[in-house]
């Protein structure tokens, strides 16, 4: 594997976090900040659960359907803890979706950036073909969503540059939609580097705290903790937190039992191979 995987759900927890205010200065993503309890909860529900338990979860989280922006960052842990079942993930997403009366667009939109991270975790995203194939399994996405998809795919290949794609995509009315697309543009055209995707999402002319925290979170998943630069880690509030949450929830992906964290005994070490060398969850 490039990244660990501990290091890559790591670097999505914490990716988000970063907003370039210039080439020197970094402030916390206040849409993460916001959002950080009901994202703890989420994590430590599977947690306590040892799996995603859909009682246990409506019963911690609760997202009016007025704070989509909230709802797709707060769905984080599931796409984290789903990335190697992508059918699972996209029903777990829809049913969530539809739990929190969300509209199909931002299910759509969860859907898609669900479907990307699963691919960046299971070391098989190529930036050429990502869309293509987001299209062919992902199936019921909004037809708006199907659509403009397409569009970004066609830009991607002709090296659009990002005012462009921005103005292309200002028309479109729906809140979640264009934030949604240009973090997945500002990623897939420059996927090797977290630092110039997440530059780019921070100077579109909206600076939307979605499109900047859902770059950041492809970026960390792909790219891990280990290429986040130092002073957008040191600049993370709560990063302790976030790496211990990380941990955790790799934990209870790999069938750990989490009642009171990782083993930390030398004689008792713990360790993660790559994707297909752990068995499935039962």
């Given at each position: 594997m490039k990244h660990l995987l501990l290091t890559r759900f790591q670097g999505a927890?914490?990716?988000?976090?970063?907003?370039?205010?210039?080439?020197?200065?970094?402030?916390?993503?206040?849409?993460?900040?916001?959002?950080?309890?009901?994202?703890?909860r989420g994590i430590n529900s599977l947690i306590d659960r040892g799996k995603f338990d859909s009682q246990d979860w409506s019963q911690q989280i609760f997202i009016e359907p007025a704070?989509?922006?909230?709802?797709?960052?707060?769905?984080?842990?599931?796409?984290?803890?789903?990335?190697?079942?992508?059918?699972?993930?996209?029903?777990?997403?829809?049913?969530?979706?539809?739990g929190w009366?969300?509209?199909?667009?931002?299910?759509?939109s969860a859907v898609a950036i669900g479907y990307i991270i699963s691919r960046s975790l299971t070391e098989s995203l190529n930036p050429r073909t990502i869309i293509t194939q987001l299209l062919?399994?992902?199936?019921?996405?909004?037809?708006?969503?199907?659509?403009?998809?397409?569009?970004?795919?066609?830009?991607?290949?002709?090296?659009?540059?990002?005012?462009?794609?921005?103005?292309?995509?200002?028309?479109?009315?729906h809140p979640i939609i264009a934030p949604t697309l240009l973090a997945i543009y500002c990623f897939l055209s420059t996927p090797e580097d977290?630092?110039?995707?997440?530059?780019?999402?921070?100077?579109?002319?909206?600076?939307?705290?979605?499109?900047?925290?859902?770059?950041?979170i492809l970026a960390g998943a792909h790219n891990s903790l280990?290429?986040?630069?130092?002073?957008?880690?040191?600049?993370?509030q709560e990063r302790v937190q976030w790496l211990s949450l990380a941990q955790n929830l790799l934990g209870v992906w790999a069938?750990?039992?989490?009642?009171?964290?990782?083993?930390?005994?030398?004689?008792?070490?713990?360790a993660v191979a790559a994707p297909q060398v752990i068995q499935r969850r039962g």
């Open positions: 927890l914490i990716g988000g976090n970063i907003i370039y205010v210039d080439r020197h200065q970094i402030a916390p993503n206040q849409l993460i900040l916001d959002t950080m309890p009901a994202l703890e704070e989509p922006h909230q709802a797709i960052v707060t769905m984080l842990p599931l796409m984290l803890f789903f990335h190697d079942d992508r059918i699972k993930l996209r029903e777990t997403l829809i049913n969530v979706s539809h009366q969300l509209d199909w667009e931002t299910c759509s062919d399994e992902m199936t019921n996405l909004h037809p708006l969503i199907f659509q403009e998809l397409s569009t970004i795919d066609r830009l991607l290949d002709r090296t659009t540059s990002l005012h462009r794609v921005a103005q292309r995509l200002a028309t479109t009315e977290f630092s110039l995707a997440t530059r780019r999402a921070d100077r579109l002319d909206d600076r939307s705290q979605l499109t900047q925290a859902l770059t950041g280990t290429e986040i630069p130092l002073n957008g880690y040191v600049a993370t069938g750990v039992d989490l009642h009171r964290g990782f083993p930390t005994h030398p004689a008792a070490p713990l």
